[in-house]
Each structure stands twice: as structure tokens, then as C-alpha cells.
T-cell receptor, first 115, second 114 residues
Framework: GAGVSQSPSNKVTEKGKDVELRCDPI?????LYWYRQSLGQGLEFLIY????????KSGLPSDRFSAERTGGSVSTLTIQRTQQEDSAVYLC?????????????FGDGTRLSIL | AQSVTQLDSQVPVFEEAPVELRCNYS??????LFWYVQYPNQGLQLLLK??????LVKGINGFEAEFNKSQTSFHLRKPSVHISDTAEYFC????????????FGAGTRLAVHP
């Protein structure tokens, strides 16, 4: 079956612009996660959705970052007024349930480059 | 708070040799343990997980890992590696009583040479 799909796969934009990253989870997966992978910081948790609500946004680095999920499915991560330090690979994952024992399935990521 | 330490940033090994990638964790509460693999320009793929029960866990591609509670370790092993095993490997934990927020180690780059 289809896995987690992320788009675009690559995004190059100028500093100060807004960007939107999209994630389509595996059908039926109620939990959705965003992570950021960068050279200096490794893999960092950003935000977690259960259905359409986000019980944990603790990893969002600043108020320039926001995310939403609609219909219990697609999620978008928005970065406003991008800065060079936002350059990273943004990974989305989904899992069937929310328990800590549920394995997460990852997409291939969006590679974001800020010029 | 939980943390994960992967003791080796890079591990070079010859093809058909055995390999061990080391992972130690720190947590005041029970955790679940995972190993993920990342090939270039791809997302993370689950290799194996420890939830409970037998401390020796077998995963895909011939990998296995052993949970050692007293040493808070979860080392990954393979008896004979292939060139195709060249990738980045990540150890991760999640809280057994919470939701599935993963805390990752810094990763170990496994380079298999002919």
C-alpha cells in the first residue's frame, strides 16, 4: 500500500519568504508527527497530531513555525519569514495509534534550502 | 528527561565481517526502544523494536539487537554485512506510558567496504 507521502521533495527559497510543506500520512493512521533533521542538531521532534488536534507542539522552534491537520489526514507545516537556520530536511511520520509501542512510518522528507 | 547516546559516529567495516552499533539510553521511566535505518535521500525505515518480553529482538535484513536493562543499552548487531548495508543508523526511545514521540541518538554512519 501507499506509504507516507511528502511534497515537495526539494524546496529552495529566499530568506524572508514563507514556505508550506505537505504530508499525506498512511490511510487510517491517527497519529502524525513532524521532525526536523539538520547537520548540527540531528533529528528533532517538532509537533505531534492526534486526529486534528496537536497535544504537543513543544518542539516548534519559534512562532514562525505552525502546523495544522485537516480531516484527520493531510498535514501542512508552515514556516513564515524563513531564515537560513531553517535549512534542513523536514520529515513526517504517521502511526496507527498513539501509544509509545506503535512504530512510526516515515516519508522521504522535504529538503528545504534557504538562500 | 530521556536521552540516547550512540557511541560511534562512524563505523567502517569490510564486507562479510560482523558489526555492532552501540546505543545507550537514559530514562527514569520505562521506555520502548527502536532502531531505524536511513539510506541516502530517503526517510527512516524501522529495523526492529523492543517493547517487552525477550531481550533479543530480530529485525529485517538480518539485524538483531539485545536489550540490557542493567546497562541501559540496546546494541545493534549483524553477523555478516553487505555493501548494501551502508547507511545511517539511528537508535531511538519513546515513553512506554506516553505517546510515541521519538527521541533519537545522533546516528552512526555504517560504511561497508569491499
Amino acid at each position: 500500500g501507499a506509504g507516507v507521502s511528502q511534497s515537495p521533495s526539494n524546496k529552495v527559497t529566499e530568506k524572508g519568504k514563507d514556505v508550506e510543506l505537505r504530508c499525506d500520512p498512511i490511510s487510517g493512521h491517527t497519529a502524525l508527527y513532524w521532525y526536523r533533521q539538520s547537520l548540527g542538531q540531528g533529528l528533532e521532534f517538532l509537533i505531534y497530531f492526534q486526529g486534528n488536534s496537536a497535544p504537543d507542539k513543544s518542539g516548534l522552534p519559534s512562532d514562525r513555525f505552525s502546523a495544522e491537520r485537516t480531516g484527520g489526514s493531510v498535514s501542512t507545516l508552515t514556516i513564515q519569514r524563513t531564515q537560513q537556520e531553517d535549512s534542513a530536511v523536514y520529515l513526517c511520520a504517521s502511526s496507527l495509534g498513539t501509544g509509545g509501542n506503535q512504530p512510526q512510518h516515515f516519508g522521504d522528507g522535504t529538503r528545504l534550502s534557504i538562500l | 528527561a530521556q536521552s540516547v547516546t550512540q557511541l560511534d559516529s562512524q563505523v567502517p567495516v569490510f564486507e562479510e565481517a560482523p558489526v555492532e552499533l552501540r546505543c545507550n539510553y537514559s530514562s527514569s521511566v520505562s521506555v520502548y526502544l527502536f532502531w531505524y535505518v536511513q539510506y541516502p535521500n530517503q526517510g527512516l525505515q524501522l529495523l526492529l523494536k523492543y517493547l517487552s518480553g525477550s531481550t533479543l529482538v530480530k529485525g529485517i535484513n538480518g539485524f538483531e539487537a539485545e536489550f540490557n536493562k542493567s546497562q541501559t543499552s540496546f546494541h545493534l548487531r549483524k553477523p555478516s554485512v553487505h555493501i548494501s548495508d551502508t547507511a545511517e543508523y539511528f537508535c531511538a526511545v519513546s515513553l512506554s506510558g506516553g505517546y510515541n514521540k521519538l527521541i533519537f541518538g545522533a546516528g552512526t554512519r555504517l560504511a561497508v567496504h569491499p
